[in-house]
């Protein structure tokens, strides 16, 4: 069955500094990988997705990710912190054909002043 | 606007009662979805339908049920038989069968059910 891992539950950055999340995903095929956000008591809001085509895709809020796939990785990042980025951050792979996203366990950024 | 609205945002439940959670969206999307969240854990499938009549148990079915019986609403029954049901509730939904596995699920506000 698919899945997804994600590194560290909690990740803590300064403003202004690089933000990294990471996320690996276990498919003998590339799936349709997905990053989402989510804010305090509210639902989650899609910040960029890879089906096909360029490796490296930009979403929304200045956060970007890149598939690798020779890593199983798809990593979001982001060059500068904002205080406005402290959130709870998920990736999800969804199988080619299938209709179910399939969720890792989240990662909490902290942005500190 | 168009979007998904989820109600009631808090919800409180004794032992033994069932409950029913609302999933309403205008987006004329023809997948739905439910999950759970609980600290730590991610977002788990309970169910869901890709048209209207239909819908699959997701990864943790059990103590649940729910109804399509319109393209816009799902709802959630949280049944006496979910051993440990306090925990948010989030309901989705995506354009379905045409767009495929790319599709982009969007997301309601969620329900925070709490077992007192």
Redesign the interface.
Known sequence: AQSVTQLG?HVSVSEGALVLLRCNYSSSVPP?L?W?VQYP??????LL?Y?TGATLVKGINGFEAEFKKSETSFHLTKPSAHMSDAAEY?CAV????????V????TRLTINP | DGGITQSPKYLFRKEGQNVTLSCEQNLNHDAMYWYRQDPGQGLRLIYYSQIVNDFQKGDIAEGYSVSREKKESFPLTVTSAQKNPTAFYLCASSRGTSGGSTDTQYFGPGTRLTVL
């Open positions: 539950s349709y997905f989402y008591n509210q639902g989650l809001q899609l997705k089906t998920f969804s199988d080619r054909g299938a209709q179910k996203l969720f890792g366990q989240g």
